[in-house]
């Protein structure tokens, strides 16, 4: 009877099947960013991330089903909601760095803003190469340590990037436009966020990591 009703449950590896997709659905949201930054058809990119992140979402709560109905998880089960819900928490940042771009009718951006999206895409496709190691974390905890590192240090340029663009749009708008200055600032700190939320990714990893070799 019981090897029956398990069989209904959701199987261990399908978390890591959903784990990929959502990773990949970030990477093309971190993508769609870039180009979107680099001004190349705007609105179509906005559209685009607007459907990925609606996209994760929708996998994330087949994640957060999936924990309920679990017989058996292959980790902790607060570990994998934290995981999940913080790698949905990028690509909504990203969708907020969309909003800000609509309603201010943002079509040019600074270099850095730009570089600051190439860092983005190297966060998520660092994020997105570690995560199906998980699924046999002990044999891959030493490079599964490695992409978590590489994540800090994205996270660290990104933060430079961030406080180089403040200082230049101070420079450039000092004394005289104020809401461009107000505009440029809001984009920087939203790219900023984004690369904080895959360090929360990173972070996450690495507890997995401690927790289960």
């Known amino acids: 009877m019981l090897?029956?009703?398990?069989?209904?449950?959701?199987?261990?590896?399908r978390f890591f099947d959903?784990?990929?997709?959502?990773?990949?659905?970030?990477?093309?949201?971190?993508?769609a960013l870039q180009l979107l930054l680099q001004g190349k058809?705007?609105?179509?990119?906005?559209?685009?991330i607007i459907d990925l992140e609606n996209e994760a979402d929708d996998i994330t709560a087949q994640v957060l089903l999936a924990v309920r109905r679990s017989f058996i998880t292959p980790?902790?089960?607060g570990d994998i909601k934290d995981l999940i819900q913080s790698m949905d928490d990028a690509i909504d940042t990203m969708h907020k760095t969309v909003k800000t771009v609509r309603l201010f009718e943002k079509h040019e951006f600074?270099?850095?803003m730009q570089e600051m999206g190439g860092v983005i895409v190297d966060a998520a496709k660092l994020v997105a190469e570690a995560i199906p190691l998980l699924a046999k974390v002990g044999a891959n905890s030493a490079r599964l340590n490695e992409l978590a590192e590489e994540v800090m240090r994205a996270e660290g340029r990104a933060d430079d990037l961030h406080e180089q663009g403040l200082k230049d749009l101070f420079k450039r708008?000092?004394?005289g436009d104020a809401m461009a200055?107000?505009?440029?600032?809001?984009?920087?700190?939203?790219?900023?966020?984004?690369?904080?939320?895959f360090e929360d990714v990173a972070n996450e990893i690495s507890g997995i990591v401690i927790e289960n070799v």
Request: charged share 35%.
């Open 3 to 13: 090897g029956w009703f398990r069989k209904l449950l959701p199987r261990e590896d």
């Open 18 to 31: 959903l784990f990929e997709q959502h990773s990949r659905t970030v990477v093309a949201g971190a993508e």
């Open 41 to 48: 058809d705007i609105e179509r990119r906005c559209r685009e």
């Open 75 to 77: 980790f902790d089960r």
């Open 110 to 112: 600074d270099p850095l």
């Open 173 to 175: 708008h000092n004394g």
């Open 181 to 197: 200055y107000l505009i440029g600032s809001e984009i920087y700190g939203q790219l900023e966020k984004v690369v904080d939320r």
